[in-house]
């Protein structure tokens, strides 16, 4: 089933959800000829950290889905404001309509509805109704999610994981950040993996699932 997705649409309120929430999971399906697009809708300039240049989450970025795999013209990056997305949500789901159009992704990646953070959410319930007539994957960010389903799981190889965390450690402007830490990024994988009999794996709530 997991070759079948040729065109893959990953959506990141902020540069670098993508990347925690299923950056095993690109590394994988792009390793299996899928074409993926990340989406991110905000560099979020206001929460860069002092000293900073408010442009280096957008560098960041490039250079993490870069070491991903990911095409650099497979990038699209927005503009808007962090922590205020709720406040532009139409602007978005014009976006999205027009991305599912030109695209037309055979699965989308997107947070989860259940996530507690407003930019989050409204990339969630925004996507899904860009998106309704396609096979829809919500991540998981524990640090943000009120409740999280365990519905879905792809398996991944200590290959994956190490793309993964490769990318991730392109973002030097988060790295103080508990959740960046590599070996709460491993131990997430694992517990995942227990769930179902392998060593490491990203889980994910359905939407969406058309066969």
Known sequence: MEKAFKKIVVLAPHTDDGEFGCGGSIAKFLEQGSEVYYVAFSTAKKSVPEGLPQDVLEKEVKEATKRLGIKPENLIIYGFEVR?????????????????????????????????????????????????????????????NLRFETQCFVKLEEKHMKQKT???????????????????????????????NTEY?????????II
């Open 166 to 196: 490769y990318a991730l450690d392109a973002y030097n402007s988060q790295k103080t950040r508990f959740y960046a830490k590599e070996d709460f990024i491993y131990s997430l994988s694992k517990t995942r993996g227990v769930q179902v």
């Open 201 to 209: 794996t990203e889980a994910f709530e359905v939407i969406r699932w």
């Open 84 to 144: 205020k997305l709720n406040y532009v949500r139409q602007d978005i789901l014009e976006e999205m309509v027009r991305l599912k159009k030109e695209i037309n992704p055979d699965l989308v990646f997107m947070p989860s509805p259940n996530d507690l953070h407003q930019d989050h959410t409204t990339v969630a319930m925004e996507g899904i109704r860009a998106f309704k007539q396609t096979s829809i994957l919500a991540y998981e960010v524990p640090w943000n």
